[in-house]
């Protein structure tokens, strides 16, 4: 089967300005998950979506962060406008359920500088 | 809240070695445990987990893992390292099964010849 697909691979802006990425889970996996990755740090939870719905975005900075995923497939992580400390991998993940194993996707590394 | 330990920035292995990962959780109740690993510009991959039942779980690529509860400890072992296993291993505990993980700040393996 495919793997989660995430594009862009890398990213580089400059501060205050705006980036979307997207990420494409695995054929029929309800469960859509983004996790920030910082470099030396583990990765955070930012979103977790079942199909179109969010099942917790606690940890997502909403006053500059924002996610959807629309018909339940694909997703898109904007950030506006993005901070120096935003620099970290995107990870997408998908699985089945909330109850399954994650599948990650390859990440995108965004630098702001 | 639950949180991750890993004790250990970095690790250096000759080929051929034992290896053990130090992995130290808090969580109040019986958590789930779970091991990943990512090689370079890759996403993650789990190796193993813990969810109930025997204490020592067995994984993919020969690992396996302990959960100790008097210790709070899930250390990760291989009783023979080969140079494809260095990466980045990260320890992770979840409240509810694999929704809402928190992972540890990873330790990074080196193989030596």
């Known amino acids: 089967e495919a793997g989660v697909a995430q594009s862009p691979r890398y990213k580089i802006i400059e501060k205050r300005q705006s980036v979307a990425f997207w990420c494409n889970p695995i054929s029929g996996h309800a469960t859509l998950y983004w996790y920030q990755q910082i470099l030396g740090q583990g990765p955070k939870l930012l979103i977790q979506f079942q199909n179109n719905g969010v099942v917790d975005d606690s940890q997502l900075p909403k006053d500059r962060f924002s996610a959807e995923r629309l018909k339940g497939v694909d997703s898109t992580l904007k950030i506006q406008p993005a901070k120096l400390e935003d620099s970290a991998v995107y990870l997408c993940?998908?699985?089945?359920?909330?109850?399954?194993?994650?599948?990650f996707g390859n990440g995108t590394r965004l630098t702001v500088t | 809240a639950q949180s991750v330990t890993q004790p250990d920035i970095h690790i250096t292995v000759s080929e051929g070695a034992s290896l053990e990962l130090r992995c130290n959780y808090s969580y109040g109740a019986t958590p789930y445990l779970f091991w990943y690993v990512q090689s370079p510009g890759q996403g993650l991959q789990l190796l193993l987990k813990y969810f109930s039942g025997d204490t020592l779980v067995q994984g993919i690529k020969g690992f396996e893992a302990e959960f100790k509860r008097s210790q709070s400890s899930f250390n990760l072992r291989k009783p023979s390292v080969h140079w494809s296993d260095a990466a980045e291993y990260f320890c992770?505990?979840?409240?509810?099964?694999?929704?809402?993980?928190?992972f540890g700040t990873g330790t990074r393996l080196l193989v030596s010849p």
């Open positions: 992770a505990v979840g409240a509810e099964g694999f929704q809402k993980l928190v």
């Open positions: 993940a998908s699985s089945p359920s909330g109850h399954s194993p994650l599948h």
